[in-house]
């Protein structure tokens, strides 16, 4: 490729919602192109690392016995209809109608699709396991679009699929997955962290998150400082802490008038936030939840939804409050609930005692507070959200602390979820009609991309590990009116190019200066650089991207260094 001829061009501008590095410096090297919010055109420098890191998940999952597919970007509702997601995944879902007035949407996900595929040809337990996966677009409509790539609405993404006759077999699905995205992700030469995860509105029981540690991720994770616990925030779990029976001191009721926050009944008592219960009330499936959690912490809305088994979970507003209990929000305590209202604690409320809390009366709190002695709850259950100082839950040895990430791919159990509603059976050993037992695994391609750039860059621009690099070297003539200069480079890069390099040269008449900037930002592993004085006598300099080292070296050893440095890391390498 000779860059006098080619298409995308390098800019010194910067878009003014280019919040991350990936952002700005994949527009600034011509890389991306945005059409709409959260829409863009990947241009060829870009186009060229997507397929890269396409051909090493085909290579991987191929390897593993994986078939390749390709499902319709565009979904009949009645599908979704099926597993209820038409309605509960909102307004993520891009929907619309055809002429006929059917109801259709831009697949987000395709585990109704791939259900569906399945079921049509699945008959005996002889076919299993089977595991597809495609590489396709997709679209969500997400509220508010943002870093790039990172938050796109329309985006490429790997999804693969796993049946199974059993749930051991499953397993071994899942693990197979979790191995290939390993191998994945090692040979895009990025450093991954694997994190506990939520599974969210896909479902299932287990998941787990492959986490590009950036210090832009949108992800909050916490890791263990001592064992190889790591989760996401969402899923992190809190250390279950002893019961500690201490001397119960006697209940008191005292008057806190209009002090209703626990920052503002803790001033006015001179009592630490961390002494305070607070109690709050959910709206869930159509009953009320009160919630019991220590003062200095948040409920995470995602654990207490899987402890209450609820489909539907939001904090009661001040109306239902007032209605329900006969106070205002910032006095309600769990002595004296109304029948009615099921009352959940966190397990850090057993290991307290003598805690303040709201009284059921308006400007009024109760001071000595236990558990046990004054009140018991219909459940215990970790509802809190984990912080960076707690102690492991898993070890219980280390604690944990706060990282970023950028998830770039997530593999799920997901049971019978799908099949069992879908009707996705086949006729067991005894000839019994069981669902099959399906796994789900995502990659976002574009994501890794960004992520990669994320991850790897400085000041000047890209780094690129060579397994990603758009291009691999790039020669740089400096005087194009140097005969002999010029045809040195036009020589290594003939040379180069047969030798099975992916080389560019820089032929365009512009100053040296400005051809070093745009080979820094658009990250070439390594520049060959051919200056007037270096090549009258016989050599060329050589500069790695990475590390920033240059070197001289003569004309007749450059094609075989640099290949052979190329070939050494074209498989992976991470960039230090």
Sequence with gaps: ????????????????????????????????????SGIYSYLPLALRSIRKIEKIIREELDARGYEEI?????????????????????????????????????????????????????????????CLYQIQGKFRDEFRPRFGLMRGREFIMKDAYSFDADEKSAKVSYQRMYEAYTAIFSRCGVRIRVVDANTGEIGGDLSHEFQVLASSGEDILLICDYCEYAANIEKAETHKPSVVVEDFKPLEAVATPGQKSIEEVSSFLGVPPKCFLKCLIYETDNRLIAVLIPGDRKVNEIKLRTAVEARELRLASNSIVEESV??????????????????????????????????????????????????????????????????????????????????????????????KLMKCTFLDKNGDLQPALMGCYGIGVGRTLAATVEQSHDEFGIIWPVSLAPWEVVILPLQLSNSFLLETAESMYKELGEAGIEVVLDDRNERAGFK????????????????????????????????????????????????????DRRHGDFVR
């Design 1 to 36: 490729m000779r860059l006098a001829r080619v298409f995308s061009r390098t800019s010194k501008e910067i878009p003014k919602d280019a919040q991350i590095s990936s952002h700005r410096l994949m527009f600034r090297a011509g890389m991306i192109q945005q059409l709409s």
């Design 70 to 130: 390709l499902m319709p970007a565009v979904i009949p509702a009645n599908l979704w209809q099926e597993t209820d997601r038409w309605n509960l995944y909102g307004d993520l879902l891009l929907r619309f109608k055809d002429r006929k007035g059917n109801d259709y949407c831009m697949g987000p996900t395709h585990e109704e699709v791939i259900t569906d595929v399945v079921r049509r040809n699945l008959r005996s337990w002889k076919q299993l396991p089977i």
């Design 326 to 419: 006969g106070t205002q929000p910032g006095y309600v305590g769990p002595l004296g609930l109304p029948d009615g209202i099921q009352l959940l604690a966190d397990y850090s409320v057993q290991a307290g005692s003598n805690w303040v809390c709201g009284a059921n009366s308006d400007d009024k709190h109760n001071l000595n507070v236990n558990f046990g002695r004054d009140f018991e709850v219909d459940n215990l259950a970790d509802v809190t959200f984990a912080v960076a100082g707690d102690l492991c839950p898993k070890c219980r040895k280390g604690k944990l602390e706060e990282a970023r990430g950028v998830e770039v791919g997530q593999v799920f159990y997901l049971g019978d979820k799908y099949s």
């Design 516 to 567: 070093f900037k745009d080979a820094d930002l658009i990250g070439y592993p390594i520049q060959v650089i051919l200056g007037p004085h270096s090549v009258s006598a016989g050599m060329a300099e050589i500069k790695f991207r990475a590390s920033g080292e240059r070197v001289e070296m003569v004309f007749n050893e450059v094609v075989d260094s640099v290949s052979a440095w190329i070939l």
